[in-house]
């Protein structure tokens, strides 16, 4: 039996073996990803898990296109991305986990933190708009138009191409610095 004939067969049998599957490794994911607090990460597994179900009522849930795993993550990652969009003013460089460093290191162990440290102290050291750029898309969620109307750029098409050479220039930077 499917996962999502288990969801017909039984649901609330299902949403708690969905939670109870899915919870701990969403937690550990979303906070390296994002480095929020253990209770934000909470409240974003319980949204996106309410998300999904809704969805999945509605018919929006194709189990034929994702697996419901990645689909709840990805609910999860969006749900996230809106939180901080929502809290841009509270958050810090300090608190972002950068997505170029590889998820399944422990984000208590120091060589992660030291990587993490060098990848902040670079973006700081950054010039103009690749440091603005950076900030905007990673820390605020801004999306491309909006990114390339506050820095007067031609179009999001402009803005995505001078992330990718920012980005770029990040992981050469910290290639230069491991080495």
Request: charged share 35%.
């Amino acid at each position: 039996m499917s996962p999502s004939d288990k969801l017909n067969a039984d649901d609330s049998l299902f949403y708690t073996q969905l939670y109870t599957d899915y919870r701990d490794e969403f937690l550990l994911w979303i906070k390296k990803l994002y480095a929020i607090s253990d209770e934000d990460a909470k409240d974003i597994f319980q949204e996106s898990i309410l998300i999904f179900r809704r969805k999945h009522l509605a018919n929006e849930y194709d189990s034929e296109k994702a697996s419901i795993k990645t689909y709840l993550f990805a609910i999860g990652k969006n749900v996230c991305r809106a939180w901080m969009r929502k809290h841009k003013g509270e958050i810090e460089w300090k608190d972002y986990h950068q997505p170029d460093i590889p998820i399944e290191e422990d984000p208590y162990d120091a060589k992660h933190q030291e990587k993490i440290a060098l990848v902040l102290s670079i973006i700081d050291k950054m010039k103009g708009k690749c440091k603005q750029l950076l900030s905007l898309y990673y820390i605020e969620g801004k999306r491309m138009d909006s990114i390339a109307q506050i820095l007067s750029l031609k179009n999001a098409d402009t803005a995505k191409a001078t992330k990718n050479r920012c980005m770029k220039s990040l992981r050469d930077h910290v290639k230069k610095s491991i080495n």
